[in-house]
């Protein structure tokens, strides 16, 4: 299995991003994707998953940021909007085991929101 980050890059607060990660190995439409974040001396943390046509949220991102698929691509995508400075993280692609358990990752991709 192997999943591919890309998107990230420095961006202005207010800014916009979009981050894709592109999967391989696995049947990607039967599979729970979600994005988790990682901030310089902080624990990793789940950002926004997506089962099929559901999606969930962590509370510092809703309303600001979407995720998706494109199953025909084996693609999932993180669109984020009026980014904060505090949104600054390695941000990473994973498969939730059974919707739960992160097991596969990407390399992750940096994103920085500053002025």
């Known amino acids: 299995v192997q999943l591919q980050a890309s998107g990230g890059g420095l961006v202005q607060p207010g800014g916009s991003l979009r981050l894709s990660c592109a999967a391989s190995?696995?049947?990607?439409?039967?599979?729970?994707m979600a994005w988790y974040r990682q901030a310089p001396g902080k624990q990793r943390e789940l950002v926004a998953s997506i089962t099929g046509g559901s999606t969930n949220y962590a509370d510092s991102v809703k309303g600001r940021f979407t995720i998706s698929r494109d199953d025909a691509k084996n693609t999932v995508y993180l669109q984020m909007n009026s980014l904060k400075p505090e949104d600054t993280a390695v941000y990473y692609c994973?498969?939730?085991?059974?919707?739960?358990?992160?097991?596969?990752w990407g390399q992750g991709t940096l994103v920085t929101v500053s002025s």
């Open positions: 190995g696995i049947i990607f439409n039967m599979n729970t």
């Open positions: 994973c498969r939730l085991q059974n919707g739960v358990t992160p097991d596969y």
